[in-house]
């Protein structure tokens, strides 16, 4: 069966940096775009950037500069390195496959002081 398992997340305080991961099992990976999504409380679920197969990113706004998303199709593995991070980063990221048919269980990134 497929599996997505991020990995990564914590407790950062502002300014720093976080790289999350998301391992994927039971599909062709190299052959699936792959988003990384996140939910604050109280707020509805936002894409924060995704990753073509070919290598094509994109980025919301609020995140543009400061994270990079990434790959590594011999690991199955796609990458979320957010640098500079803000209070307003805090919630749960989750990965997904880019119909978003497939999704992890989520990870919590807390930026607090």
């Known amino acids: 069966q497929v599996q997505l398992v991020e990995s990564g997340g914590g407790l950062v305080q502002p300014g720093g940096s976080l790289r999350l991961s998301c391992a994927a099992s039971?599909?062709?990976?190299?052959?699936?775009?792959m988003g990384w999504y996140r939910q604050a409380p109280g707020k509805e679920r936002e894409l924060v950037a995704r990753?073509?197969?070919?290598?094509?990113?994109y980025y919301a706004d609020s995140v543009k500069g400061r994270f990079t998303i990434s790959r590594d199709n011999a690991k199955n593995t796609v990458y979320l390195q957010m640098n500079s991070l803000k209070s307003e980063d805090t919630a749960v990221y989750y990965c997904?496959?880019?119909?978003?048919?497939?999704w992890g269980q989520g990870t919590q990134v807390t930026v607090s002081s």
């Open positions: 039971g599909i062709i990976f190299s052959l699936n775009g």
């Open positions: 997904a496959t880019w119909n978003r048919s497939y």
């Open positions: 990753i073509s197969t070919g290598g094509s990113t």
